[in-house]
């Protein structure tokens, strides 16, 4: 029994390794015979041949290409925000006690009104200084002439003059200094007299907007570096997007942008490209700013918005997205060769071409086509494009 089974083993083992000889003898005998008697036919490289029936279920039709404006979009997030000179941070510039503060985050304040009062000693002995200085300077300068005048006229002698000329000097160099400090705390120099020192001064918002932050309290000792409020001026917000490294080059200034902002529903608002970041941070992305067409009160400032930058391309030779194929890394297209009769019946050619790819938009792909390519009398497979690649395939692989 085990020899019959033996035996039986060695039959079917002999039969799997006559099969595929006897397959390569066939082609061969195969292709030898079609090579002698002539009926061989090797097409051009990169050629597929179809009859009437493969084309139809194929469903390949033939188009040309055409000229379009394609405009790319590139998608990107980023935030509502102002430029640096609509946010202003208001400190004390010699620090002191609050001594009045009535406003709130959200209070609407005008460009020069009082948001707060400042309490200092100091006030007064930087006015009473002032006051005293001037007082000086004004007989200094009286002096200063008389002398000047008596040197003319050989009476003096020159130490004396020139002391009189020193004194008047440095005071005039005091008085200004002093009437600067004045102006930078909110005193007017001017107007200043010895019935109106005060040992208080008004704090002024430097813009117009909003309180953003409030940092004080009535009664709060405040140093010169500490912020009592921010205000923000939503007249001219922007847009800080963020853009990844490898997009930045499609982007340039002057390019529209829509975008919506998530938590609003069925708000879209435009904005344009003003400035393009010129350094890398170090998650590989890129800041691009953009003024708002159309900014209203819905805005605020901080809001994450989903944003589509839009750019217009020139006139490009296109074709529709399913006519340009993709293959192990290279694009092509294929197109009409040749109609010819083959016995009974006609078929027909066509040859694949490398193309470049460039942009996509709208159903259509940029084709960059090769110097020696003929626009007027190519004709273009525009439908089943990817059929034809897979029955040139399908025939190399089954060829014998």
């Not at 099969?19 to 061989?40: Q, T």
Request: hydrophobic fraction near 40%; include cysteine; charge should be neutral.
């Amino acid at each position: 029994m085990n020899f019959i089974n033996r035996n039986k083993m060695k039959s079917k083992l002999f039969l799997l390794l006559i099969v595929p000889v006897f397959f390569a003898l066939s082609c061969g005998n195969k292709n030898k015979s079609a090579e002698e008697s002539g009926e061989h036919e090797v097409l051009p490289e990169n050629t597929v041949e179809m009859n009437d029936a493969q084309i139809k279920s194929s469903g390949i039709s033939l188009g040309s290409i055409e000229h379009q404006m394609l405009s790319t979009e590139l998608k990107v997030n980023g935030l509502v925000n102002v430029s640096p000179q609509n946010l202003v941070s208001v400190s004390a510039i010699m620090g002191g006690y609050i001594k009045s503060f009535g406003l709130v985050q959200g209070s609407p304040v005008a460009k020069g009104q009082v948001i707060a009062t400042v309490e200092n000693p100091e006030f007064i002995e930087l006015q009473q200084s002032y006051l005293e200085s001037k007082s000086k300077l004004e007989y200094a300068e009286t002096e200063y002439n008389r002398q000047k005048e008596l040197f003319k006229e050989n009476v003096n002698s020159a130490k004396t003059y020139q002391l009189a000329m020193s004194e008047y000097k440095g005071l005039q160099s005091k008085v200004f200094g002093l009437e600067q400090k004045l102006k930078l705390i909110g005193i007017n120099a001017g107007t200043l007299q010895y019935e109106k020192i005060s040992g208080s001064v008004p704090i002024v918002s430097p813009i117009s907007g909003y309180v953003k932050l409030v940092n004080v309290n009535v009664g709060k000792y405040v140093n010169p570096t500490d912020v009592i409020v921010e205000i923000i001026n939503t007249q001219d917000m922007t847009l800080e997007l963020t853009v990844f490294e490898k997009d930045i080059n499609k982007v340039s200034i002057g390019e529209q942008i829509s975008f919506t902002v998530p938590d609003v529903p069925n708000s879209v608002h435009q904005a344009k490209v003003y400035q393009v970041g010129k350094a890398i941070n170090t998650d590989k992305t890129v800041k691009v700013y953009a003024t708002i067409d159309d900014a209203t009160n819905k805005l605020l400032p901080g809001m994450y918005v989903n944003a589509t930058i839009s750019k217009a391309n020139d006139s490009a030779t296109v074709l529709p997205n399913e006519a340009v194929l993709s293959f192990e890394d290279k694009n092509y297209i294929f197109i009409f060769f040749e109609k010819k009769k083959e016995g009974d019946k006609i078929v027909t050619l066509y040859k694949l071409i490398e193309v470049g790819k460039g942009v996509s938009s709208n159903g259509f792909t940029e084709v960059i086509l090769p110097k020696d390519f003929d626009l007027t009398k190519s004709q273009i497979v525009v439908k089943g494009a990817y059929n034809l690649l897979s029955a040139m395939k399908n025939a190399g692989d089954m060829a014998c």
